[in-house]
């Protein structure tokens, strides 16, 4: 199966925007790709072990927090799973001053 | 690279030259795109907008070939908040990497408040290595647009950068300087 890397994380993926595993679940999945990129580690895992919070996986077009079976769900060469870091973001009431030396 | 002073001048930021040629830290993004990115976010006024920066990226320098709108799913709280949805950045990065793009960063809008990055923006950025470009919309009206790059290497060490914006009137001129 193929796994999509995105941009931030190909810098510790030998560069690569997609990086190709044989893996039997999900999980075995993210295991191969940090044994071979063992760089990404600390990207994508806190130092407890879990995925970061902000980390979305998608395998084919289905969110794995929504599969029954999640990261121990099946997988089978073909597969795409889509590593996503989540984007949001907004105005504070109280805006945090941190960039004065910008046009407002 | 030389930048004129008119150069700068056209920016919109104001960065004092020495300044941003010593961080080298850049967008550069063509005038129809820059237009559009000002444009949705007087469209979705006075909520905010967002949407995705696909391009190349080049030492410190990224490039804008292309934008795309993206829907704010934070119906609860648009004036104030936005988030993408992971399901379209899934579709967005899989069209980017089929034209030979990539995600380069990402922009949204701040009704009624300066084009500043914000905490929650600094919080809910995860992107490393990425432009996040924030315009303020005036009582419908498009002011400022900034680009703040989000440098560190960890989530621990994230933090925004200021960069230049510079905006090319042709995508040829854009397209051959990006590949120099």
Known sequence: MKIFIPTPL??????????EVHASTVSDALTKLTSTHPDLKRHLYTDDGKLRAFVNLYLNDEDVRYLSEKENTRVKDGDH??????IAGGIDLLLFDGACNVRN | MTVSRRA?????????????????LMLRIVQFEYDAIRQHGEETYPHECCGVLLGRTDDHIRTVIRTVRCG?????SPHNRYHIAPQELVHIQ????EAGL??????????????RWSQTDLVEAHWIGC??????????????????????ELEEDKRF???AVSVAAEVATIANESTR
């Open chain 2, 161 to 163: 950068e200021n960069e």
């Open chain 1, 81 to 86: 799973l889509s590593i996503i870091p989540s």
């Open chain 2, 102 to 115: 990539e995600i380069v960063g990402f922009y949204h809008s701040h009704p009624d408040h300066p084009a």
């Open chain 2, 131 to 152: 432009s996040y470009v924030i315009t303020s919309v005036e009582r419908g009206q498009a002011k400022i647009t900034n680009s703040f790059l989000l440098a560190g």
């Open chain 2, 8 to 24: 700068w001048h056209k920016m919109g930021v104001a960065l004092q030259p020495q300044q941003s040629l010593l961080s080298k």
């Open chain 2, 94 to 97: 899989r069209q980017a990497r």
């Open chain 2, 72 to 76: 704010n799913t934070r119906s609860d």
């Open chain 1, 10 to 19: 190909r810098q510790y993926a030998g560069k690569q925007d997609a990086v």
